[in-house]
């Protein structure tokens, strides 16, 4: 027989396991912008390796305050290593852009080098949720396994989020993905 004290220990349980708050899951996600006429690039391409800024690597997404506080959400997180999912969404952006079926993200096969090779530091992707978001990379397009540099580029864009919620947030680092990789491809294709 249960006595009263365990039926309430029992039905606390319950009820602060029914309050819990969700779990949301997000992915970054390549651009459906029209593309370059497939094979419009004579060249295979590698896109990495990609460096996110250190306060990045979270499984939980990352915001900024005014000040140097991190916000990093315990609920809001990512579906899989942040590093690989900008780099697959560059690739996938830029074979696209290119009109190239050759890219290939970082790591790739070392007997299969590709000819061209996308290197990235992200110095800054991020900002306050309801304000302005900001990616701030350098890269550098290489060939002959990096022996040569072809162009070396820094870029910094920013973005408005449309309200303060993760979502947007999220929407908002996606956007300035896709600029970037827009960005890359005209560096890239103008390199030929």
């Known amino acids: 027989m249960i006595n009263v004290k ?9 009820f602060s396991a ?17 593309g370059a006429a497939p094979g419009s690039y004579p060249f ?4 990495g390796p990609v460096f996110l800024p250190e306060s990045m690597n979270q ?20 579906a899989g290593y942040l590093r690989e999912n900008v780099t697959r969404v560059l690739a996938d952006n830029l074979s696209l852009m290119l009109g190239a079926d050759a890219v290939w993200p970082f790591p790739w096969d070392n007997r299969m080098r590709p000819t061209r090779q996308v290197r990235i530091v992200i110095e ?3 900002g306050e949720r309801g304000k302005n978001v900001t990616l701030q990379a350098k890269w550098a397009l290489v060939a002959d396994n990096g022996e040569k540099v072809l162009s070396t580029q ?7 989020t449309a309200n303060d919620s993760h979502e947007a947030y999220i929407q908002a680092i996606n956007q300035l993905l896709n ?5 890359m491809a005209s560096v890239i294709r103008n390199q030929q």
Do not use: D, K
């Open 6 to 14: 365990s039926l309430s220990l029992l039905l606390t349980l319950l």
């Open 18 to 34: 029914c309050s819990a708050p969700q779990t949301h899951f997000y992915a970054l996600h390549a651009s459906h912008e029209p």
């Open 44 to 47: 295979s391409l590698g896109v």
């Open 59 to 78: 499984p939980g997404v990352v915001s900024y305050t005014p000040g140097q506080e991190v916000n990093v959400s315990t609920y809001h997180i990512w």
């Open 124 to 126: 800054e992707m991020g």
């Open 154 to 160: 820094r870029t910094r864009l920013v973005l408005a």
């Open 179 to 183: 600029q970037l990789s827009t960005q």
